[in-house]
């Protein structure tokens, strides 16, 4: 068997694993028996999640933020010296910081584009080598349904240009990545019950209730993690620069 070509034993790497949909996948991988590897600025806050993961080595958490260039090639480097490859990685890290248009602070748009758009640029470029040493290798991005509308319940302007560019990201790193070898796609939810909405759960099903026209329920972190599990598998072997919705119909209109 070649080196991380099936489900069990691959080497995964995934930012923000510590919180909403980072979380659900760093458990879907678990459970398929790879190794996964994440990091956020803050991971203490979910180490209890995964106590036997991370007393065997199957789990590693890290303390890292994705836009310090310093600390994407420390990772890399450990990724290199624990595994030599990287078979899968997921650029989930994301923060929606503003809300308006004209409101939004030049600060705001800065970080957004840094950690939404950049960053995912910048760990892929640190990890392509050790992509190319898997014999299956595939980069999936975390887009959103409001990367291509603009839908006035896609509140933050900065959030939504963030990952329209990150699904043209991953159509040019898959035309870059393809020769050598390695697919990339995305996979953009629509309304996802998860951290990242703060206090406003309210908001959350409102928006839901009306933009979900498929049984108008808010997407769970593990329906994400299912659709990044088929594209980070061998039956998506020839699928690549594509972003699949998870999205109960947000974007139909
Ligand atoms: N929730 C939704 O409705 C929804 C819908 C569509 C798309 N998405 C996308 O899904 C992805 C995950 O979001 P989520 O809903 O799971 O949000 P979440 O619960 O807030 O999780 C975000 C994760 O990213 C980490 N993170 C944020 N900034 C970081 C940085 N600079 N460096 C390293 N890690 C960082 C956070 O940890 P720390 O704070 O400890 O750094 C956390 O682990 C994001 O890309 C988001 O845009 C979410």
Not at 24 to 41: E, N
Not at 85 to 95: C, E, T, W
């Amino acid at each position: 068997m070649t080196r991380g070509d099936s489900e069990g034993g691959r080497v995964v790497c995934i930012s923000g694993g510590t919180s909403g949909i980072g979380a659900a996948l760093a458990d879907a991988f678990l459970a398929s028996g790879d190794r996964v590897y994440t990091f956020s600025r803050d991971p203490r806050k979910l180490s209890a999640r995964w106590p036997d993961a991370l007393a065997r080595g199957a789990l590693v958490l890290l303390e890292g933020d994705v836009t310090n260039a310093a600390f994407l090639a420390r990772l890399a480097e450990r990724l290199d010296a624990d595994a030599g490859r990287v078979d899968i990685l997921v650029n989930n890290a994301g923060v929606i910081l503003g809300a308006g248009t004209v409101d939004e602070s030049l600060e705001q748009w800065r970080a957004t584009l840094e950690i939404n758009l950049i960053a995912p640029f910048a760990l892929t470029q640190v990890c392509a080598d050790l992509l190319e040493r898997s014999a299956a290798p595939v980069v999936i991005n975390i887009s959103s349904a409001c990367a291509q509308h603009p839908f006035s319940t896609c509140t933050s302007t900065s959030y939504s240009v963030s990952k329209a560019g990150l699904d043209m990201l991953t159509q040019r790193l898959a035309l870059a990545l393809g020769p050598r070898g390695i697919r990339v796609n995305g996979v953009a939810p629509g309304v996802v019950d998860s951290e990242m909405w703060g206090d406003a759960t309210d908001l959350m099903r409102e928006i839901a209730a009306r933009r979900h026209v498929l049984r108008q329920e808010i997407v769970k972190p593990a329906d994400v993690a299912e659709a990044v599990l088929f594209l980070a598998s061998a039956r998506a072997r020839l699928i690549t620069g594509t972003t699949i919705k998870v999205d109960a119909g947000y974007t139909l209109g």
